[in-house]
T-cell receptor, first 116, second 116 residues
Framework: AQKVTQAQTEISVVEKEDVTLDCVYE???????LFWYKQPPSGELVFLIR??????QNEISGRYSWNFQKSTSSFNFTITASQVVDSAVYFC?????????????FGTGTRLKVLA | ETGVTQSPTHLIKTRGQQVTLRCSSQ?????VSWYQQALGQGPQFIFQ???????GRGNFPPRFSGLQFPNYSSELNVNALELDDSALYLC???????????????FGPGTRLTVT
Protein backbone atom coordinates (compact mmCIF):
# COMPACT_ATOMS: atom_id res chain seq x y z
CA ALA A 1 0.00 0.00 0.00
CA GLN A 2 1.10 3.57 -0.52
CA LYS A 3 1.58 5.80 2.44
CA VAL A 4 3.35 9.02 3.34
CA THR A 5 3.94 9.77 7.00
CA GLN A 6 4.90 13.14 8.38
CA ALA A 7 5.07 12.48 12.09
CA GLN A 8 5.79 16.08 13.04
CA THR A 9 2.48 17.93 13.19
CA GLU A 10 3.90 21.31 14.15
CA ILE A 11 7.38 22.68 14.73
CA SER A 12 8.29 26.07 16.16
CA VAL A 13 11.78 27.49 15.83
CA VAL A 14 13.39 30.84 16.40
CA GLU A 15 14.62 32.70 13.36
CA LYS A 16 18.08 31.62 12.15
CA GLU A 17 17.76 28.14 13.64
CA ASP A 18 18.07 25.11 11.35
CA VAL A 19 15.04 22.85 11.10
CA THR A 20 14.51 19.40 9.55
CA LEU A 21 11.13 18.12 8.43
CA ASP A 22 10.78 14.35 8.34
CA CYS A 23 9.02 12.23 5.73
CA VAL A 24 8.71 8.46 5.60
CA TYR A 25 7.04 6.73 2.68
CA GLU A 26 5.77 3.30 1.70
CA UNK A 27 5.34 1.93 -1.80
CA UNK A 28 5.58 -1.42 -3.59
CA UNK A 29 6.67 0.18 -6.82
CA UNK A 30 10.33 0.19 -7.79
CA UNK A 31 9.91 3.38 -9.78
CA UNK A 32 8.42 6.27 -7.88
CA UNK A 33 8.77 9.98 -7.36
CA LEU A 34 8.98 12.02 -4.20
CA PHE A 35 8.13 15.67 -3.80
CA TRP A 36 8.07 18.46 -1.26
CA TYR A 37 5.50 21.23 -1.47
CA LYS A 38 5.02 24.35 0.64
CA GLN A 39 1.63 25.85 1.48
CA PRO A 40 2.03 29.37 2.89
CA PRO A 41 -0.80 31.13 4.72
CA SER A 42 -2.06 32.45 1.38
CA GLY A 43 -3.07 28.85 0.63
CA GLU A 44 -1.52 28.08 -2.77
CA LEU A 45 0.71 25.00 -2.86
CA VAL A 46 4.19 25.67 -4.18
CA PHE A 47 6.51 23.01 -5.58
CA LEU A 48 9.95 22.80 -3.91
CA ILE A 49 11.72 19.64 -5.11
CA ARG A 50 11.27 16.33 -6.95
CA UNK A 51 13.33 13.15 -6.66
CA UNK A 52 12.96 9.85 -8.51
CA UNK A 53 13.63 6.51 -6.89
CA UNK A 54 16.85 6.01 -8.80
CA UNK A 55 18.39 9.30 -7.77
CA UNK A 56 19.64 9.20 -4.21
CA GLN A 57 21.94 12.13 -4.67
CA ASN A 58 21.17 14.67 -2.02
CA GLU A 59 20.87 18.28 -2.98
CA ILE A 60 21.43 21.70 -1.52
CA SER A 61 19.68 24.70 -2.97
CA GLY A 62 20.39 27.89 -1.13
CA ARG A 63 19.05 27.48 2.40
CA TYR A 64 17.21 24.25 1.49
CA SER A 65 18.63 20.75 1.45
CA TRP A 66 17.14 17.31 1.01
CA ASN A 67 18.22 13.89 2.29
CA PHE A 68 16.79 10.91 0.37
CA GLN A 69 17.55 7.46 1.79
CA LYS A 70 15.92 4.44 0.16
CA SER A 71 17.24 2.10 2.87
CA THR A 72 15.04 3.84 5.45
CA SER A 73 12.34 5.04 3.01
CA SER A 74 12.89 8.59 4.11
CA PHE A 75 12.97 11.90 2.27
CA ASN A 76 13.78 14.61 4.78
CA PHE A 77 13.92 18.34 4.17
CA THR A 78 16.14 20.82 6.01
CA ILE A 79 15.94 24.60 6.12
CA THR A 80 19.15 26.27 7.23
CA ALA A 81 19.03 29.63 8.99
CA SER A 82 15.25 29.74 8.98
CA GLN A 83 13.39 32.97 8.31
CA VAL A 84 9.91 34.17 9.27
CA VAL A 85 8.86 33.87 5.61
CA ASP A 86 9.51 30.13 5.82
CA SER A 87 6.44 29.82 8.05
CA ALA A 88 4.06 27.52 6.19
CA VAL A 89 2.72 23.99 6.04
CA TYR A 90 5.11 21.65 4.27
CA PHE A 91 3.84 18.54 2.51
CA CYS A 92 5.77 15.50 1.39
CA UNK A 93 4.21 13.59 -1.52
CA UNK A 94 4.70 10.28 -3.34
CA UNK A 95 3.77 9.39 -6.90
CA UNK A 96 3.83 5.84 -8.20
CA UNK A 97 2.10 3.48 -10.63
CA UNK A 98 0.91 0.74 -8.34
CA UNK A 99 -1.37 -2.12 -9.42
CA UNK A 100 -1.89 -0.66 -12.85
CA UNK A 101 -3.13 2.70 -11.76
CA UNK A 102 -1.44 5.94 -11.00
CA UNK A 103 -1.80 7.61 -7.60
CA UNK A 104 -0.40 10.65 -5.94
CA UNK A 105 -0.31 10.61 -2.14
CA PHE A 106 0.34 13.56 0.16
CA GLY A 107 1.31 13.39 3.79
CA THR A 108 -0.69 15.22 6.43
CA GLY A 109 1.78 18.08 6.49
CA THR A 110 4.06 19.71 9.03
CA ARG A 111 3.24 23.22 10.14
CA LEU A 112 6.42 25.22 10.58
CA LYS A 113 6.33 28.40 12.64
CA VAL A 114 9.43 30.57 12.55
CA LEU A 115 9.41 33.13 15.32
CA ALA A 116 11.23 36.45 15.06
CA GLU B 1 3.43 32.32 -18.66
CA THR B 2 -0.11 31.94 -17.32
CA GLY B 3 -0.49 29.94 -14.14
CA VAL B 4 -3.24 27.56 -13.13
CA THR B 5 -6.60 29.25 -12.64
CA GLN B 6 -9.74 27.92 -11.03
CA SER B 7 -13.34 29.04 -10.92
CA PRO B 8 -15.33 29.83 -8.97
CA THR B 9 -13.37 30.93 -5.91
CA HIS B 10 -16.12 30.09 -3.48
CA LEU B 11 -19.33 28.13 -3.80
CA ILE B 12 -22.20 27.24 -1.48
CA LYS B 13 -24.43 24.31 -2.35
CA THR B 14 -27.15 22.30 -0.66
CA ARG B 15 -26.89 18.61 0.12
CA GLY B 16 -28.06 16.52 -2.84
CA GLN B 17 -27.20 19.12 -5.46
CA GLN B 18 -24.59 18.81 -8.17
CA VAL B 19 -21.59 21.06 -8.72
CA THR B 20 -19.08 21.70 -11.51
CA LEU B 21 -15.67 23.21 -10.82
CA ARG B 22 -13.37 24.44 -13.56
CA CYS B 23 -9.65 24.63 -14.07
CA SER B 24 -7.37 26.07 -16.73
CA SER B 25 -3.97 24.47 -16.78
CA GLN B 26 -0.65 26.21 -17.11
CA UNK B 27 0.49 26.85 -20.65
CA UNK B 28 2.32 23.82 -22.09
CA UNK B 29 0.99 21.33 -19.56
CA UNK B 30 -0.99 18.29 -20.77
CA UNK B 31 -1.95 16.76 -17.45
CA VAL B 32 -4.46 17.91 -14.87
CA SER B 33 -5.05 16.48 -11.41
CA TRP B 34 -7.76 17.25 -8.88
CA TYR B 35 -7.46 17.13 -5.12
CA GLN B 36 -9.75 17.58 -2.14
CA GLN B 37 -8.23 19.29 0.88
CA ALA B 38 -10.20 19.30 4.10
CA LEU B 39 -9.29 21.84 6.73
CA GLY B 40 -6.01 20.98 8.42
CA GLN B 41 -5.39 17.99 6.18
CA GLY B 42 -3.18 17.18 3.23
CA PRO B 43 -4.59 17.15 -0.29
CA GLN B 44 -6.37 13.92 -1.20
CA PHE B 45 -5.91 12.78 -4.79
CA ILE B 46 -9.22 12.49 -6.65
CA PHE B 47 -8.08 11.74 -10.20
CA GLN B 48 -5.79 12.74 -13.01
CA UNK B 49 -6.37 13.33 -16.71
CA UNK B 50 -3.70 12.96 -19.35
CA UNK B 51 -4.61 14.01 -22.88
CA UNK B 52 -8.34 13.86 -22.17
CA UNK B 53 -8.29 10.41 -20.56
CA UNK B 54 -8.42 9.52 -16.89
CA UNK B 55 -5.18 7.70 -16.03
CA GLY B 56 -5.26 7.67 -12.28
CA ARG B 57 -7.83 7.72 -9.53
CA GLY B 58 -7.83 7.92 -5.76
CA ASN B 59 -10.34 6.47 -3.34
CA PHE B 60 -13.30 8.60 -4.30
CA PRO B 61 -16.76 7.31 -5.29
CA PRO B 62 -18.07 7.47 -8.87
CA ARG B 63 -20.16 10.53 -8.08
CA PHE B 64 -16.85 12.39 -8.45
CA SER B 65 -16.22 12.60 -12.18
CA GLY B 66 -14.25 14.76 -14.53
CA LEU B 67 -13.41 15.85 -18.01
CA GLN B 68 -10.38 17.21 -19.76
CA PHE B 69 -10.82 19.21 -22.94
CA PRO B 70 -8.58 19.42 -26.03
CA ASN B 71 -7.05 22.64 -24.70
CA TYR B 72 -6.19 20.68 -21.50
CA SER B 73 -8.57 22.64 -19.30
CA SER B 74 -10.64 20.48 -16.99
CA GLU B 75 -13.85 20.14 -15.01
CA LEU B 76 -14.58 18.33 -11.78
CA ASN B 77 -18.19 17.28 -11.31
CA VAL B 78 -19.63 16.11 -8.02
CA ASN B 79 -23.14 14.67 -7.92
CA ALA B 80 -25.41 14.13 -4.93
CA LEU B 81 -23.41 16.44 -2.69
CA GLU B 82 -22.88 15.40 0.91
CA LEU B 83 -21.93 17.55 3.89
CA ASP B 84 -18.50 15.87 3.99
CA ASP B 85 -17.78 17.16 0.50
CA SER B 86 -17.20 20.59 2.02
CA ALA B 87 -13.52 21.30 1.36
CA LEU B 88 -11.01 23.19 -0.74
CA TYR B 89 -10.77 21.65 -4.20
CA LEU B 90 -7.39 22.06 -5.83
CA CYS B 91 -6.47 21.65 -9.45
CA UNK B 92 -2.87 21.04 -10.48
CA UNK B 93 -1.30 20.89 -13.90
CA UNK B 94 1.93 19.32 -15.05
CA UNK B 95 3.69 17.66 -17.89
CA UNK B 96 2.87 13.97 -17.77
CA UNK B 97 2.68 10.63 -19.45
CA UNK B 98 0.27 7.72 -19.55
CA UNK B 99 2.13 6.34 -16.54
CA UNK B 100 1.36 9.25 -14.31
CA UNK B 101 2.92 12.44 -13.08
CA UNK B 102 6.66 12.09 -12.79
CA UNK B 103 6.91 15.84 -13.00
CA UNK B 104 6.18 18.49 -10.43
CA UNK B 105 2.67 19.87 -10.26
CA UNK B 106 1.65 23.49 -10.28
CA PHE B 107 -1.41 24.24 -8.23
CA GLY B 108 -4.22 26.70 -8.62
CA PRO B 109 -5.62 28.75 -5.74
CA GLY B 110 -8.52 26.34 -5.24
CA THR B 111 -12.30 26.48 -5.00
CA ARG B 112 -13.77 26.53 -1.51
CA LEU B 113 -16.96 24.44 -1.57
CA THR B 114 -19.41 24.58 1.30
CA VAL B 115 -22.27 22.09 1.41
CA THR B 116 -25.14 22.93 3.75
Amino acid sequence: AQKVTQAQTEISVVEKEDVTLDCVYETRDTTYYLFWYKQPPSGELVFLIRRNSFDEQNEISGRYSWNFQKSTSSFNFTITASQVVDSAVYFCALSDFNSGTYKYIFGTGTRLKVLA
Amino acid sequence: ETGVTQSPTHLIKTRGQQVTLRCSSQSGHNTVSWYQQALGQGPQFIFQYYREEENGRGNFPPRFSGLQFPNYSSELNVNALELDDSALYLCASSLGSHRGARYEQYFGPGTRLTVT
